[in-house]
C-alpha cells in the first residue's frame, strides 16, 4: 500500500511546497497556499502494457529534421479552423475557456456533431439526457458523435481503448480525477495530474484532446497557471451574455497565429458562423448623425470595419468625465489633449464618452483618426458622410502617421462600397487601380479642414 503523504500547493501558480508558508515563493501572493492530500500510488499507462510499445528517441542533427507541414484535421468550423491555424493537428491539447454561459460547451458539442471524424464527447457535468436535448435542438444528430458521462480517467481511458476515437472532447477538466490522486477534482494536483494523463494519451496516439476550463472572476483560466503551460493551444470564448456575437480568440498557439478572432451569432439553434463582421459591425441608419465615423482594423489578417461613436457635452458637475467602451481609455486622454494643444478645439471642460459599437474590444492604433474624427464632430454636431472611412495612426505632435497592411483596408472598404478613405500621407501604397477614393493628410488641422472646411 502507498504511503499517504501530505503536500502544500499554491492556489495561484501551482508552486509545491514541502510545508505550509505565508507567502509564495514563486508569485510572492500571500495566503494562498493550501494542504492537498496526495496518494503516490505507482502508475501505469493509459493503455495496458501488452499494447504499449516503448520507442527511445535519439538526438538527431537539425539538418536531418523533416519539416514537412502536419496534416490538419478539419473541424467543418471556418471560424475555428481560422483561429487554430488551418484545423486541429493530430497529438495537440486544445484548452478553451469562458465565462459561464457563453456557449462553450454549445460550440464545442456542434462541431462534435458535424465532423465526418469518430468523436468522443465526455462530459462531467451535465448528463446523457440533457446534452441529448441540446443536441437535437442545434444540429442534426450525428453517427459518428459518441457520448460519455464520466469523471475518472481510468474508466475514460478504458472506453476510448473500445470506440477508438480520432477526437476527444472534454467537458470539463475541472471535473476530472485520478485514482492516483487523493484530493477532491478541481484541485491543483488533480488538473495538473488528469492533464498530464490526456497530455500523454494525446502524444502517443496522435489524437488531438480537447479540453474545456472554467475561468476565474478576473476572466483567467481557473486552476495552475501550469495547465496552460502544458496545452498547445489556448482559446478564450468572449462576449457578453446580452450581446448576441461571440469572439473566439487565441492567446497562445504552437501551430498557428495568436492574432486571428472568430465571431459566431448565439441564436437559439446554435452558434452561427458570422463570415462578414464588418456588416454586423456597422450599423444600418439612414439618417445622417453627428459623433459616429468608420474605421478600418485590422484583427489578425481579417481586416475588419467598426463603428466608432463619440459623444461630446458640456461637464454639469465640474469634474469632466472621459469614459470609452472597446477602446483604451488612456488613449482617449492623449487624443483629447492632442486635440486641445494641436488643433484648438477647447474640450477640457466638456464630457467625452466614446464607444465601439458591437461589443468588441479593439488595440489597433490604426482608429485614432476615426475616434478624432468623431469627437469632432459631435463637438460641433455636423455628421461625417457614411461612405468615408478612417485608418491612421495620431502622434503626439498632431501628425497623422501610417499603419501596417494599408493596401488590405483599402481593398476592405472598397469591397463595402465605400467611396473614400483617408490615410497618412506618409503610407506606401502599391500602385494598383484602387475604385476608391484615397485622401492623404498629414497632420490633424489637415482632417480638420477637410472634413468640417
Not at 472532447?169 to 494536483?189: F, K, M, N, P, R
Not at 485614432?368 to 505632435?397: Q, Y
Amino acid at each position: 500500500m502507498a504511503k499517504t503523504k501530505t503536500t502544500f500547493f499554491c492556489q495561484n501558480c501551482g508552486a509545491q511546497y514541502a510545508k505550509w508558508q505565508g507567502q509564495c515563493n514563486s508569485c510572492k501572493q500571500w495566503n494562498t497556499i493550501a494542504e492537498e492530500v496526495i496518494q503516490k500510488a505507482e502508475k501505469v499507462s493509459w493503455k495496458s502494457p501488452e499494447n504499449t510499445s516503448k520507442r527511445v528517441a535519439k538526438p538527431q542533427r537539425i539538418s536531418e529534421i523533416s519539416t514537412q507541414a502536419e496534416a490538419r484535421l478539419n473541424t467543418k468550423n471556418n471560424e475555428l479552423n481560422r483561429v487554430l491555424g488551418g484545423g486541429l493537428v493530430p497529438g495537440s491539447l486544445t484548452l478553451l475557456g469562458g465565462e459561464p454561459g457563453i456557449g462553450k460547451s454549445t460550440l464545442m458539442l456542434q462541431i462534435a456533431l458535424q465532423l465526418p471524424y469518430k468523436t468522443l464527447y465526455v462530459s462531467g457535468e451535465e448528463s446523457a439526457q440533457q446534452i441529448k436535448m441540446r443536441a437535437e435542438r442545434i444540429q442534426p444528430i450525428s453517427e459518428n458523435c459518441f457520448i460519455l458521462t464520466e469523471t475518472k480517467t481510468q474508466n475514460i481511458f478504458r472506453n476510448i481503448e473500445e470506440i477508438k476515437p480520432d477526437i476527444v472532447v472534454i467537458d470539463s477538466i475541472q471535473t476530472l480525477h485520478t485514482d492516483y490522486i487523493e484530493s477532491t477534482a478541481g484541485s491543483i494536483s488533480q488538473i495538473r495530474e488528469t492533464t498530464a494523463e490526456l497530455i500523454k494519451f494525446a502524444k502517443e496516439t496522435a489524437t488531438p484532446v480537447i479540453l474545456i476550463g472554467h475561468i476565474t472572476k478576473d476572466g483567467n483560466i481557473a486552476g495552475p497557471k501550469i495547465l496552460e503551460h502544458m496545452v498547445d493551444t489556448v482559446l478564450q470564448f468572449e462576449g457578453d451574455r446580452n450581446h448576441i456575437y461571440r469572439i473566439l480568440r487565441a492567446n497562445k498557439n504552437r501551430f498557428g497565429s495568436t492574432n486571428e478572432i472568430g465571431i459566431y451569432e448565439m441564436q437559439g439553434s446554435g452558434l452561427r458562423e458570422v463570415s462578414n463582421p464588418s456588416e454586423i459591425l456597422i450599423s444600418k441608419n439612414e439618417e445622417d448623425l453627428s459623433g459616429t465615423a468608420i474605421s478600418a482594423t485590422l484583427e489578425g489578417m481579417r481586416p475588419l470595419m467598426i463603428e466608432i461613436q463619440a459623444l461630446v457635452s458640456s461637464a454639469v458637475y465640474g469634474t469632466p468625465q472621459r469614459s470609452a467602451t472597446g477602446y483604451n481609455a488612456k488613449r482617449l486622454n492623449m487624443i483629447l489633449a492632442v486635440l486641445e494643444k494641436r488643433a484648438g478645439f477647447k474640450l477640457g471642460a466638456k464630457d467625452v464618452f466614446l464607444n465601439v459599437t458591437g461589443g468588441i474590444t479593439v488595440d489597433d492604433p490604426a482608429i485614432d483618426l476615426a475616434v478624432v474624427a468623431a469627437v469632432l464632430s459631435s463637438n460641433i454636431d455636423i455628421a461625417i458622410d457614411k461612405r468615408l472611412c478612417f485608418a491612421a495612426e495620431v502622434g503626439l505632435a498632431g501628425e497623422v502617421r501610417p499603419v501596417t497592411r494599408v493596401e488590405q483596408r483599402i481593398l476592405e472598404a472598397e469591397k463595402l462600397g465605400f467611396t473614400s478613405i483617408v490615410i497618412s500621407k506618409y503610407c506606401k501604397i502599391p500602385k494598383n487601380d484602387f475604385h476608391i477614393t484615397i485622401i492623404k493628410v498629414a497632420k490633424v488641422h489637415d482632417v480638420v479642414h477637410h472634413l468640417f472646411g
